[in-house]
T-cell receptor, first 113, second 114 residues
Framework: DAGVIQSPRHEVTEMGQEVTLRCKPISGHDYLFWYRQTMMRGLELLIYFNNNVPIDDSGMPEDRFSAKMPNASFSTLKIQPSEPRDSAVYFC???????????FGSGTRLTVV | QKEVEQNSGPLSVPEGAIASLNCTYSDRGSQSFFWYRQYSGKSPELIMFIYSNGDKEDGRFTAQLNKASQYVSLLIRDSQPSDSATYLCAVNPDRGSTLGRLYFGRGTQLTVWP
């Protein structure tokens, strides 16, 4: 099992540019989560999907953020336009059923300059 | 976001000692509780979960849950320098068929010195 795979590992972009983060969950997992981690706010839940359907996006900070899950093996988190305050580590995680916790990917470190 | 509170630390213990990490949560109806370990620059890694009141032991780790007090703790016995990391408490507030979200505390930084 390759685990949760995220790409890219690092992203440096200029303010105003579009950023797309990618995630491949563990095969067979029916929940997918996007989290953001910063020193100031810790680990925040942005959005989660169940069986490819967005269930709760109340954590998405602004309309600049959007997430999709077109199939069971792929999800994207897009920021357009990006701002310096979006700089953080973005984690994707997946789980089976939710009761056993979630497995995290290695994260994408985003820096917006 | 649901409130999950942890002492930020840092907590420093000598090798071989017991490290005690604490967590409180605000949603009384929460059902599932998790402890994650995060090494610097790495992703969170699940180490324990607990659903029922009482203690759950796994090797050197013991999770304790008291739903009446809305309190979860993690004990690490015979602490090793390799246990030095940030420990994150996570709570799943969902009930019934919707089981998924995890809300995290800010984490407690643990240092085990030789």
């Amino acid at each position: 099992d390759a685990g949760v795979i995220q790409s890219p590992r690092h992203e440096v972009t200029e303010m105003g540019q579009e950023v797309t983060l990618r995630c491949k969950p563990i095969s067979g997992h029916d929940y997918l989560f996007w989290y953001r981690q910063t020193m100031m706010r810790g680990l925040e839940l942005l959005i989660y999907f169940n069986n490819n359907v967005p269930i709760d996006d109340s954590g998405m900070p602004e309309d600049r953020f959007s997430a999709k899950m077109p199939n069971a093996s792929f999800s994207t988190l897009k920021i357009q336009p990006s701002e310096p305050r979006d700089s953080a580590v973005y984690f994707c995680a997946s789980s089976s059923g939710g009761r056993l916790g979630a497995t995290f990917g290695s994260g994408t470190r985003l820096t917006v300059v | 976001q649901k409130e999950v509170e942890q002492n930020s630390g840092p907590l420093s213990v000598p090798e071989g000692a017991i490290a005690s990490l604490n967590c409180t949560y605000s949603d009384r109806g929460s059902q599932s509780f998790f402890w994650y370990r995060q090494y610097s620059g790495k992703s969170p890694e699940l180490i324990m979960f607990i659903y029922s009141n009482g203690d759950k032991e796994d090797g050197r780790f013991t999770a304790q849950l008291n739903k009446a007090s809305q309190y979860v703790s993690l004990l690490i016995r015979d602490s090793q320098p390799s246990d030095s990391a940030t420990y994150l408490c996570a709570v799943n507030p969902d009930r019934g068929s919707t089981l998924g979200r995890l809300y995290f505390g800010r984490g407690t930084q643990l240092t085990v010195w030789p």
